[in-house]
């Protein structure tokens, strides 16, 4: 009887930590990121990152060129998705625009997707945290001509 009231004891404290609340789940990966950079009402540039590639498309003159194709790593996808994989959907909102903008300089529009889910972004003259990061990392990935122009200079007015 003795053992059975130690038992009993000894497990009271272990039986609260089974019921307390469970932790949120982390932010899903990014599966696929689909970037437009537009000037000027054209569309200049179409970016396609999976999770195994990325692809550099000119759609500017009405046909579809592509321009640039890279196979990614497993290591090389980590690290360049790594600030949107730790942000939730929905944490990014759909429209970021600069108060102070004149409306004839690089705006991006990006489609992400994580897993079933979607969000759409539309970015112009604004940082957004998740996507700077993500261009400084793409930026040191591909050749100079097709790097994307949202960079320090970008936000300079």
Partial sequence: MKI???LVTCALPFTGIAQRAPTPPKPKAVTLLHIEETAYLATERKYIITSDSLVVRDESVG?????????????????????FDKTYLSAIQENYESPS????????????????????????????DCFYTFAQRFNLLVPEPYKLHYTAAYFKI
């Fill in 4 to 6: 059975l009231l130690v």
């Fill in 63 to 83: 046909a579809t060129d592509t321009l640039y194709t890279k196979r990614l790593t497993t290591s090389e996808r980590r690290w360049l998705f790594a600030s």
């Fill in 101 to 128: 903008t004149t409306g004839h300089d690089w705006h991006y529009r990006l489609a992400i997707y994580k897993g079933d889910a979607l969000r759409v972004v539309s970015i112009y003259k604004a940082k957004v």
